[in-house]
């Protein structure tokens, strides 16, 4: 009894949040509702949440030089409860997924539910002072001993995926997402479960693999529609870095750095 009046309580919190926000966030998990099991790990992780604290100023400096970026102008919904920076588990791999924070929307990798066509373009988290031309893609020369300039257009985009021709992510100052803080912030422990686990419903909590996109003939991204050369989507699909973790299925292998050169 207690799950089914968990169950028709998530129509309670989250339906004038859906009626707020006209959203393809909210359209991928309304004939979704999350089971038991879902609802008391949601419960779980509610009892056990704790903010992190960001510490701006290292005791120790920096041994790499480390550059600055201009900051956003939006934060993801996501920032609410996670950091900007979210990935921490894998020491193997956890700097760079979070490089990939800086061009990537949280909603490309998290969001996999079945049945559902995403298309991928850039979307801005605030002005930048250029912004990519898809109309006219980068041209870049053939000549493999230049460097490769990079595809993200500017310090503020995101590649995010697109649903009715509408981004399906959610940023903090978009309609109803005022009333999500506001639950998360003051609203019981009970509703807090429940607007976890409906806004959870359509995210996996393990992301895409690297091969998903840095591999060839992968059709997750158009990279013509982002606005790469061949000379750019090559050199993504065949990334070193992304194809020394494929390597490494297993928790307890060792890394070998001398095998980036292969």
């Not at 359209?27 to 510490?55: I, M, S």
């Not at 934060?75 to 979070?98: D, G, M, V």
Request: one cysteine or more; aromatic letters at 8%; a positive charge.
């Amino acid at each position: 009894m207690i799950i089914i009046s968990m169950v028709v309580g998530l129509f309670v919190v989250l339906s004038p949040v859906i009626q707020a926000a006209e959203n393809p966030y909210f359209d991928l998990g309304e004939n979704t509702l999350p089971d038991a099991k879902a609802l008391q790990k949601a419960r779980k992780q509610v009892d056990d949440y704790h903010e992190l604290k960001v510490r701006d100023e290292l005791g120790v400096a920096p041994f790499h030089k480390r550059n600055s970026r201009a900051k956003v102008g939006k934060q993801p919904l996501c920032q609410i409860c996670h950091p900007a920076l979210p990935h921490r588990h894998s020491e193997r791999k956890r700097s760079f997924l979070n490089m990939h924070t800086y061009y990537v929307a949280c909603e490309t990798c998290h969001f996999q539910p079945e049945g559902v066509q995403f298309e991928y373009r850039w979307v801005a988290y605030g002005a930048a002072a250029s912004n990519i031309n898809l109309d006219n893609p980068q041209q870049v020369d053939s000549t493999e001993d230049l460097p490769i300039p990079s595809l993200v257009p500017d310090s503020v985009s995101r590649i995010a995926p697109f649903l009715h021709d509408k981004p399906a992510l959610l940023f903090k100052d978009d309609p109803g997402a005022n009333a999500i803080a506001r639950t998360w912030d003051k609203g019981s422990d009970e509703e807090k479960t429940r607007l976890k686990a409906g806004l959870h419903v359509s995210l996996k909590k393990d992301g895409r693999h690297c091969a998903d996109c840095h591999r060839q003939n992968q059709t997750l991204l158009d990279w013509q529609m982002l606005g790469a050369s061949d000379q750019q989507a090559r050199a993504i699909e065949k990334n070193a870095i992304a194809q020394f973790f494929s390597r490494y299925k297993k928790k307890d292998q060792r890394l070998r750095m001398t095998e980036l050169l292969h």
